[in-house]
């Protein structure tokens, strides 16, 4: 255990105003750490030839892609040693969810990432103390998962990264903090089938309603998927609390002995109270009527996770929604120091001392600019470049932030987008936050036919001539599970908004017909379960899915195809605005 372990034991607001007051000097003798310790590896010593001088490592060290160390990192899952990319043993390989970017990515993992995550997750959670009292006296309902591990050929697991922090020592000896009390046991969390665990997490969280003070998901859309699950499950659960008696599905072992215990004896009462309240003909504010005493949600819901605050803010009648950081397979980035604000004014404090960073300033044309942490300009969009302590170098991550503000002297960050997720069927661009921003505009639409817009996907049709945009639509109404009428001119102008909310290099292309009209395919309820179930089997991970923004894969398509009951186009001009 190092410095930064030991003070996640014993927390202290000075270590975030350390760390946040010197970042230059603690990048510098990070970096300096990282190749002192990795300037040998097989893949260091051809540019640095030994060396862990920061100027040379600029000079000489190549910004990579995932293509470019892709052999280095197989050849270590192989049963190469582990210095062919890392000074340090590998403990492990941590796994991307696979919907981001198409792609499903293996990455080395080391105690060093543990560490930054365990330091993550404490100081956040401090963070969020200081803003809501009386979270000493709770605990948290937080859906935890774990997924298989598999092995490489060399033996070491390979997992979602949280899987490997939920089996190390870091979470079994955690301290006793109250961002550590759960309502649900270990064995809930670490056991690998979602579906008992899902239902035992929402069993023992019931059962200890009155003590639940924050409500947590990785991510906005796990936490909409638990309201449909507990929608499907409500009457089953409120069985087994009456009884005493757990459900027999639930056969792992460990699981149904540790939520057995919580479950304790029939409890008709509390039985009764939660019928009473899933019988009612709409679960607004379904959360905080199930469990009364939470203060606050705590979940992703930056970049495409915007999608789903206004489902989530129906269902928890406005609870604050606190995106706490920001984290990927790669590395840890920073933490939301105003966890109160609005979702879509979240910024993220970058740590130093988590990764080396480097930003690789993005529409810079022909010129290439990579700047240091401390030195990035307010109002800028970069690229994030991380160097690791197990093994990559520079490496392009993929996300687009920009610099909102600083806080001390460390840069303050607004996740603006993926580089890699747009559209085009001619010579326009769509992003990926183009889509969603038109997509909460239309959303605005649908409040006038009491309809939500569950999740959504798109694509490119390019079959037709001229190609157009495909939008896969999941709807549910507010006031009850099923959906028994669409009004087709709700639907029509959904098509016309969406239209209207993308630029002018676009409408520009529909107008000469090089664009075809927009499609909206309203799909049915469950539709996109099924795509998730998708992705799993081609090997993404349950517990960091995400509903892809933009899909190319035939065999997703043809998934939603099958589930289509409604088409939608537009039938309006679009308008052509110009900045003076």
Same mark, same amino acid.
């Given at each position: 255990?190092?410095?930064?372990?030991?003070?996640?034991?014993?927390?202290?607001?000075?270590?975030?105003?350390?760390?946040?007051?010197?970042?230059?000097?603690?990048?510098?003798?990070?970096?300096?750490?990282?190749?002192?310790?990795?300037?040998?590896?097989?893949?260091?010593?051809?540019?640095?030839?030994?060396?862990?001088?920061?100027?040379?490592?600029?000079?000489?060290?190549?910004?990579?892609?995932?293509?470019?160390?892709?052999?280095?990192?197989?050849?270590?899952?192989?049963?190469?040693?582990?210095?062919?990319?890392?000074?340090?043993?590998?403990?492990?390989?941590?796994?991307?969810?696979?919907?981001?970017?198409?792609?499903?990515?293996?990455?080395?993992?080391?105690?060093?990432?543990?560490?930054?995550?365990?330091?993550?997750?404490?100081?956040?959670?401090?963070?969020?103390?200081?803003?809501?009292?009386?979270?000493?006296?709770?605990?948290?309902?937080?859906?935890?998962?774990?997924?298989?591990?598999?092995?490489?050929?060399?033996?070491?697991?390979?997992?979602?990264?949280?899987?490997?922090?939920?089996?190390?020592?870091?979470?079994?000896?955690?301290?006793?903090?109250?961002?550590?009390?759960?309502?649900?046991?270990?064995?809930?969390?670490?056991?690998?089938?979602?579906?008992?665990?899902?239902?035992?997490?929402?069993?023992?969280?019931?059962?200890?309603?009155?003590?639940?003070?924050?409500?947590?998901?990785?991510?906005?859309?796990?936490?909409?998927?638990?309201?449909?699950?507990?929608?499907?499950?409500?009457?089953?659960?409120?069985?087994?609390?009456?009884?005493?008696?757990?459900?027999?599905?639930?056969?792992?072992?460990?699981?149904?002995?540790?939520?057995?215990?919580?479950?304790?004896?029939?409890?008709?009462?509390?039985?009764?109270?939660?019928?009473?309240?899933?019988?009612?003909?709409?679960?607004?504010?379904?959360?905080?009527?199930?469990?009364?005493?939470?203060?606050?949600?705590?979940?992703?819901?930056?970049?495409?996770?915007?999608?789903?605050?206004?489902?989530?803010? +129906?269902?928890? #009648?406005?609870? /604050? $929604?606190?995106?706490?950081?920001? %984290? =990927?397979?790669?590395? @840890? +980035?920073?933490? #939301?120091?105003? /966890? $109160?604000?609005?979702?879509?004014? %979240? =910024?993220?404090?970058? @740590?130093?001392?988590?990764?080396?960073?480097?930003?690789?300033?993005?529409?810079?044309?022909?010129?290439?600019?990579?700047?240091?942490?401390?030195?990035?300009?307010?109002?800028?969009?970069?690229?994030?470049?991380?160097?690791?302590?197990?093994?990559?170098?520079?490496?392009?991550?993929?996300?687009?932030?920009?610099?909102?503000?600083?806080?001390?002297?460390?840069?303050?960050?607004?996740?603006?987008?993926?580089?890699?997720?747009?559209?085009?069927?001619?010579?326009?661009?769509?992003?990926?936050?183009?889509?969603?921003?038109?997509?909460?505009?239309?959303?605005?639409?649908?409040?006038?036919?009491?309809?939500?817009?569950?999740?959504?996907?798109?694509?490119?049709?390019?079959?037709?001539?001229?190609?157009?945009?495909?939008?896969?639509?999941?709807?549910?109404?507010?006031?009850?599970?099923?959906?028994?009428?669409?009004?087709?001119?709700?639907?029509?102008?959904?098509?016309?908004?969406?239209?209207?909310?993308?630029?002018?290099?676009?409408?520009?292309?529909?107008?000469?017909?090089?664009?075809?009209?927009?499609?909206?395919?309203?799909?049915?309820?469950?539709?996109?379960?099924?795509?998730?179930?998708?992705?799993?089997?081609?090997?993404?991970?349950?517990?960091?899915?995400?509903?892809?923004?933009?899909?190319?894969?035939?065999?997703?398509?043809?998934?939603?195809?099958?589930?289509?009951?409604?088409?939608?186009?537009?039938?309006?001009?679009?308008?052509?605005?110009?900045?003076?």
């Amino acid at each position: 255990m190092s410095m930064w372990s030991d003070l996640c034991d014993k927390l202290d607001e000075k270590v975030l105003e350390n760390l946040t007051s010197n970042v230059k000097q603690i990048q510098d003798d990070l970096l300096e750490g990282i190749l002192t310790l990795n300037a040998n590896t097989e893949y260091l010593r051809r540019f640095l030839h030994g060396s862990s001088d920061k100027e040379l490592f600029k000079k000489n060290v190549p910004v990579t892609t995932y293509e470019d160390v892709k052999l280095f990192i197989d050849r270590v899952a192989n049963g190469e040693p582990f210095d062919v990319i890392s000074g340090t043993p590998i403990t492990g390989f941590s796994l991307s969810s696979g919907t981001s970017g198409g792609i499903r990515k293996i990455f080395p993992c080391n105690n060093k990432y543990l560490e930054n995550l365990n330091f993550i997750y404490c100081y956040r959670s401090l963070v969020i103390s200081k803003h809501i009292d009386g979270l000493d006296h709770g605990k948290g309902m937080v859906f935890n998962f774990c997924v298989p591990e598999h092995s490489t050929p060399s033996g070491l697991p390979v997992s979602a990264a949280t899987t490997l922090f939920f089996k190390s020592d870091y979470f079994k000896n955690r301290p006793s903090y109250w961002h550590w009390s759960f309502t649900s046991p270990d064995e809930v969390i670490l056991c690998s089938d979602n579906k008992q665990s899902m239902y035992c997490h929402l069993l023992c969280g019931i059962v200890q309603r009155d003590e639940v003070v924050k409500v947590g998901t990785a991510f906005v859309s796990t936490l909409v998927r638990v309201i449909t699950f507990l929608e499907k499950h409500w009457k089953e659960i409120c069985t087994n609390i009456r009884y005493g008696h757990l459900s027999e599905w639930i056969t792992d072992k460990s699981c149904r002995d540790s939520v057995s215990k919580i479950l304790g004896e029939p409890n008709p009462e509390l039985a009764d109270l939660i019928v009473n309240e899933c019988n009612q003909k709409s679960w607004e504010g379904i959360i905080q009527r199930l469990w009364p005493k939470t203060k606050f949600i705590e979940s992703i819901a930056t970049g495409q996770m915007a999608q789903h605050i206004p489902t989530l803010e +129906f269902y928890s #009648n406005k609870l /604050p $929604l606190i995106s706490s950081s920001y %984290v =990927s397979s790669e590395t @840890m +980035f920073g933490i #939301n120091m105003n /966890p $109160l604000c609005k979702p879509q004014d %979240v =910024s993220y404090t970058f @740590m130093p001392n988590f990764s080396y960073f480097e930003f690789l300033l993005v529409d810079a044309g022909d010129e290439v600019e990579i700047v240091d942490l401390v030195d990035v300009k307010l109002g800028c969009h970069y690229e994030p470049l991380v160097t690791n302590h197990s093994g990559l170098h520079r490496y392009k991550m993929g996300d687009i932030v920009q610099v909102t503000g600083f806080y001390n002297s460390a840069p303050q960050f607004r996740f603006a987008r993926r580089g890699s997720l747009v559209l085009s069927v001619h010579m326009e661009i769509t992003t990926d936050q183009v889509l969603l921003n038109a997509a909460t505009h239309a959303k605005m639409v649908l409040e006038s036919s009491n309809l939500m817009l569950i999740d959504f996907t798109s694509y490119a049709d390019i079959s037709t001539t001229p190609g157009h945009y495909v939008l896969y639509w999941e709807l549910k109404g507010k006031y009850n599970n099923n959906i028994a009428e669409i009004d087709n001119k709700v639907l029509v102008e959904c098509c016309y908004v969406v239209e209207e909310s993308l630029d002018n290099f676009y409408k520009e292309y529909r107008k000469n017909g090089s664009i075809g009209a927009l499609e909206i395919k309203v799909v049915q309820q469950g539709t996109f379960d099924s795509l998730m179930e998708f992705f799993i089997t081609q090997g993404a991970s349950s517990t960091q899915y995400k509903t892809p923004i933009c899909i190319k894969s035939a065999e997703a398509i043809a998934i939603l195809e099958e589930k289509v009951h409604a088409r939608f186009f537009t039938d309006k001009s679009l308008s052509l605005k110009f900045s003076s």
